[in-house]
């Protein structure tokens, strides 16, 4: 069955950088665009940033353009995310998801904070 694991979460002060980590499973991965959400405590699903299956196109939210850059390796079956500029409204737990901004199908999460 579909299996998304997220990892790479963890603190960072602000300013910092953090690399997530989605590795993927029971389906062809290169098919399919990926989607990154984060969720802070008391507030709604965010989508942060998405990509196409091939990786031409991509989508951020405009909290975290110029900041954050999302890539996927296909030969690997992962998804990335890479965060600078950490700020700590940045901090919530972050899930990958299947599809193209779509929450029918995501990880466990992995709790990122951002705090000195």
């Known amino acids: 069955q579909v299996q998304l694991v997220e990892s790479g979460g963890g603190l960072a002060q602000p300013g910092g950088s953090l690399r997530l980590s989605c590795a993927a499973s029971g389906f062809t991965f290169s098919r399919y665009a990926m989607s990154w959400a984060r969720q802070a405590p008391g507030k709604g699903l965010e989508w942060v940033s998405a990509?196409?299956?091939?990786?031409?196109?991509?989508y951020y939210a405009d909290s975290v353009k110029g900041r954050f850059t999302i890539f996927k390796d296909n030969s690997k079956n992962t998804l990335y995310l890479q965060m600078n500029s950490l700020k700590p409204e940045d901090t919530a737990l972050y899930y990958c998801?299947?599809?193209?901004?779509?929450?029918?199908?995501r990880g466990q999460g992995t709790q990122v904070t951002v705090s000195s």
């Open positions: 998801t299947k599809g193209w901004k779509n929450s029918g199908t």
């Open positions: 990509i196409y299956s091939d990786g031409s196109v991509t």
